[in-house]
């Protein structure tokens, strides 16, 4: 079904407010979770509204917090997030660099103290949407198995990065390092479905199609094998060991503990195109070559060549017009985290799809 958008953010604020954010937190935090929802990245939409509550209200997240430079090189920052959610953080980080581009060119921030920041676009396509180039990764709790091992010792690891451009959309890039991200297999287990067998595997390395087999002492697999363990490990290394964060092993579950802090770590870089070359140019490049992609001849089967966030776009706008997408069980698991805070659901449905 889709839902009326404005009722869903506004139910979900007061839910996160009822569950201890302040209302400044709790609009960007809800504002990100939209943004998932609408471009069809509902593994990191609304579906993880009641974890987040959980994790606020049981003070695993802090709230009413603003994060702080505690080292400033001018081009080169180092952010403490304060445990606050990651939302709040991300954007605080890419603001602090987009601000210090425009002056020297460019600017990577290493943050320690986060939270899970939900989908990496959020920041990056706001950056692109400000003339920026942007590129942020984040580690992320153990569940990937490095090529070779066993055990779980790395992340999802999110990835995203955004170019701006003129004609076309920004684009966009958002994955995670694994096959898939781990929020796609849990939203398949909330909804009773099965899994491609090469998303990861149970506890004794066997490939499964059962989501419970991998949250349940199973693990995720890399993307492109030694390919994707490479780049996870880089995204940790980043993260960990200049940031000064947990690395993945360190790092408490996002889903079973509720008490401690992750220390998540992020590394941001932003790039002012005009400091490298006139804007106007820049822009007229960038769209060329983007011009080139979509002129490519179709393979069979296929309709076209698609950019990075080009479908996302799409279904962003469509869902701005008709109503956000929800499942039946997303839309439950919703009701019942507001129920939990003393918030009633007043959510209008749109129709079905």
């Given amino acids: 079904m889709r839902y009326d958008v404005d009722l869903v953010k506004r139910y979900c604020v007061q839910v996160m ?57 001018g081009a080169a920052i180092s952010i403490d997030g304060k445990n606050g959610l990651g939302a709040c953080t991300a954007r605080f980080a890419v603001d602090r660099c987009i601000e210090r581009a425009r002056r020297f060119g460019c600017c990577c921030a290493a943050v320690k103290n986060g939270t899970h920041f939900g989908s990496a676009a959020f920041y990056t396509r706001y950056a692109a949407e400000e003339g920026m180039i942007c590129c942020i990764v984040s580690n992320a ?3 990937v ?10 992340g999802t690891s999110p990835l995203s990065a955004a170019v701006p451009a003129r004609r076309h959309e920004p684009y966009v890039l958002d994955m995670a390092t694994s096959v898939v991200a781990r929020g796609k297999v849990v939203l398949a287990q ?28 199973g693990a995720m697999l890399p993307f492109g094998g030694a390919k994707g363990y490479a780049i996870s490990l880089l995204i940790d290394l980043l993260c960990s060991a200049l940031g000064g964060a947990y690395n993945c092993r360190e790092t408490p579950s996002f889903w079973t503990d509720l008490e401690r802090p992750q220390n998540i770590g992020y590394f941001i870089w932003v790039l002012d195109p005009s400091k490298f070359m006139e804007t106007d140019r820049f822009l007229e490049r960038v769209d060329g070559i983007l011009d080139e992609l979509k002129g490519c001849p179709p393979a069979p089967g296929a309709r076209e060549v698609m ?5 996302e776009a799409g279904r962003e706008r469509r869902g701005l017009e008709m109503g956000i997408e929800l499942s039946d069980a997303v839309v439950a698991d919703m009701i019942e985290a507001g129920a939990r805070y003393g918030v009633t659901a007043d959510l209008q449905e749109r129709g079905t799809l």
């Fill in 190 to 217: 909330k909804e009773g479905r099965s899994i491609p067998a090469d998303w990861g595997v149970d506890k004794r390395g066997v490939p499964t199609s059962d989501p419970e087999e991998i949250l349940c002492g």
């Fill in 141 to 143: 709790e153990a569940s």
């Fill in 307 to 311: 950019i990075p966030g080009e479908i």
């Fill in 145 to 154: 198995v490095p090529t070779g091992g066993a055990v779980p010792m790395l």
């Fill in 17 to 73: 407010c009822a569950a201890g954010s302040s209302e400044e937190e709790a609009e960007l935090f809800v504002q990100s979770l939209i943004f998932a929802d609408l471009r069809g990245i509902g593994s990191h939409g609304t579906s993880r509204l009641s974890i987040y509550a959980k994790r606020v209200a049981s003070g695993a997240v802090s709230s009413h917090v603003t994060p702080e430079i505690c080292q400033d090189r």
